[in-house]
């Protein structure tokens, strides 16, 4: 069956632009998770989602990370004046409902800012 | 802030050997989890083990972990170039489900 989608999976945007990055989950998967992976390093958590309810957002860096979910499974990360030092890989995963399981990533969206 | 350190950071091997890297994390956990992540590509789930156990194998995967010194180790057995790739310990609490990663280590493996 199909994986997490994320798109785009690059993206350049100028110093102040704002940016919008989509997660498809795995269908009938509740919980969505958004991580920030910086060059060199691990992921880091940055929101988690069940169905439309955004139950932990500790890890977004600034109020100018937005996440949301309104349906409860395809989701959005905004992020608005980007900075330099948003570069990075965004991933997106996914799994069932209340689980501490194995949590199934996309393939990450790349993002630039110049 | 990152709850794992993977060590070492940087290991290669000639194919054929096995290659062994360890994580330590600092608060109490409920799973482990190890993921491997080629390169520009997203993380792919490689084995679990939960807090109660402390040995668990998965094909050439074997993995370890001892909750009292707060770490485990990966082994892969009979190393294929295809493994060349990061790997990342992964852990959770009881007290949410989001995954705390280690910075990784990334194996190089030689034909």
């Known amino acids: 069956g199909a994986g997490v989608s994320q798109s785009p999976r690059y993206k350049v945007a100028k110093r102040g632009q704002d940016v919008a990055l989509r997660c498809d989950p795995i269908s009938g998967h509740v919980s969505l998770f958004w991580y920030q992976q910086a060059l060199g390093q691990g992921p880091e958590f940055l929101t988690y989602?069940?169905?439309?309810?955004?139950?932990?957002k500790s890890g977004l860096p600034s109020d100018r990370f937005f996440a949301e979910r309104p349906e409860g499974s395809v989701s959005t990360l905004k992020i608005q004046r980007t900075q330099q030092e948003d570069s990075a890989v965004y991933l997106c995963?996914?799994?069932?409902?209340?689980?501490?399981?194995?949590?199934?990533f996309g393939p990450g969206t790349r993002l630039l800012v110049l | 802030s990152q709850q794992g350190e993977e060590d070492p950071q940087a290991l290669s091997i000639q194919e054929g050997e096995n290659a062994t890297m360890n994580c330590s994390y600092k608060t109490s956990i409920n799973n482990l989890q190890w993921y491997r992540q080629n390169s520009g590509r997203g993380l792919v789930h490689l084995i679990l083990i939960r807090s109660n156990e402390r040995e668990k194998h998965s094909g050439r995967l074997r993995v370890t972990l001892d909750t009292s010194k707060k770490s485990s180790s990966l082994l892969i057995t009979a190393s294929r170039a295809a493994d060349t790739a990061s790997y990342f310990c992964?852990?959770?609490?009881?007290?949410?489900?989001?995954?705390?990663f280690g910075a990784g280590t990334t194996v190089t493996v030689r034909a």
């Open positions: 995963a996914s799994n069932e409902a209340g689980s501490w399981e194995t949590q199934y």
């Open positions: 989602f069940q169905n439309e309810a955004q139950l932990d």
């Open positions: 992964a852990t959770d609490s009881s007290n949410d489900y989001k995954l705390s």
